[in-house]
């Protein structure tokens, strides 16, 4: 059944950085405080998704979004880690997801766009470090956004892939030139001193796990993730 367009993403401003809490690094037994911890520096909650077959982890599924959904209002974006992903866009969209990120190296992304729109799911189409963005290409005027990964999925607490860069420069030269309203993220190994790199490189969606989780403060860290990345493009402007 189709479903209302998707919830606008919040906080979505020109220039804005925002920020994605990645569960991934929370304490899973206290899943409901660690998400009110962070909860007022979170544009969009980013639930990790792992099935142990396109990644060699496994981590959670819609029951777990369904619960989340029940205690908070927070934007949940899931970023979808699986071989088969179509096989549980609905399961997603029942539990309360506003949109899931599928990965382009997966394939049949064509089909996914259109089965996660007509779901009524924003739509995210990600790109692991070793992919060309070009694979991404033919589908930017589909998407919602897309997530250049800056480490190989799977883990939490990896460090930033530098090699990434250029790559996050040419998304935003592709969005740019074509005039598409599509936000550009980027997921792993993202804190306060890779943080202005990514946005300088054209980021403006942030997904940070053990950067934010990992402190003790961590409304304060993200806070500081948000302010290294605003603050390198108010010195560049
Ligand atoms: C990695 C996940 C990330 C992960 C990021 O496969 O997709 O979302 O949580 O964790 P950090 O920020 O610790 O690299
Ligand atoms: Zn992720």
Redesign the pocket.
């Known amino acids: 059944m189709a479903q209302d367009a998707p919830r606008e993403a919040p906080g979505r401003l020109p220039g804005r950085v925002r920020i994605a809490p990645?569960?991934?690094?929370a304490d899973f037994a206290r899943l409901a405080d660690e998400i009110d911890r962070v909860g007022a520096e979170a544009d969009v909650l980013?639930v990790?998704v792992?099935d142990g077959h396109f990644?060699p982890?496994l981590t959670i599924g819609p029951l777990v979004v369904k619960w989340i959904r029940r205690h908070c209002d927070l934007y949940l974006d899931c970023?979808l880690?699986m071989d088969n992903p179509g096989q549980y866009l609905e399961a997603f969209r029942d539990a309360g997801a506003d949109s899931c990120t599928v990965h382009v190296e997966v394939g049949g992304t064509g089909e996914l766009i259109a089965q996660m729109r007509e779901l009524g799911l924003g739509t995210g189409l990600a790109v692991n470090p070793e992919t060309a963005f070009e694979a991404c290409e033919p589908w930017l005027d589909r998407v919602d956004m897309v997530l250049v990964?800056?480490?190989?999925?799977?883990?939490?607490?990896?460090s930033?892939m530098s090699e990434v860069v250029p790559k996050i420069a040419r998304a935003r030269e592709l969005i740019d030139r074509a005039g598409l309203d599509v936000e550009l993220e980027v997921?792993?190994?993202?804190?306060p001193r890779t943080a202005p790199v990514v946005s300088l490189a054209g980021a403006r969606l942030l997904?940070?796990?053990?950067?934010?989780f990992?402190q003790q403060d961590a409304v304060a860290a993200a806070g500081a993730v948000r302010a290294a990345a605003t603050r390198a493009l108010a010195d560049r402007s």
Do not use: R, Y
């Not at 990645?22 to 690094?25: D, Q, T």
């Not at 990964?149 to 990896?158: A, R, S």
């Not at 997921?187 to 804190?191: A, E, H, K, L």
């Open positions: 990645s569960i991934l690094s980013h990790d792992m990644v982890n970023h880690m990964m800056t480490v190989h999925p799977g883990f939490g607490g990896q930033f997921d792993g190994g993202i804190d997904v940070a796990g053990s950067a934010i990992g």
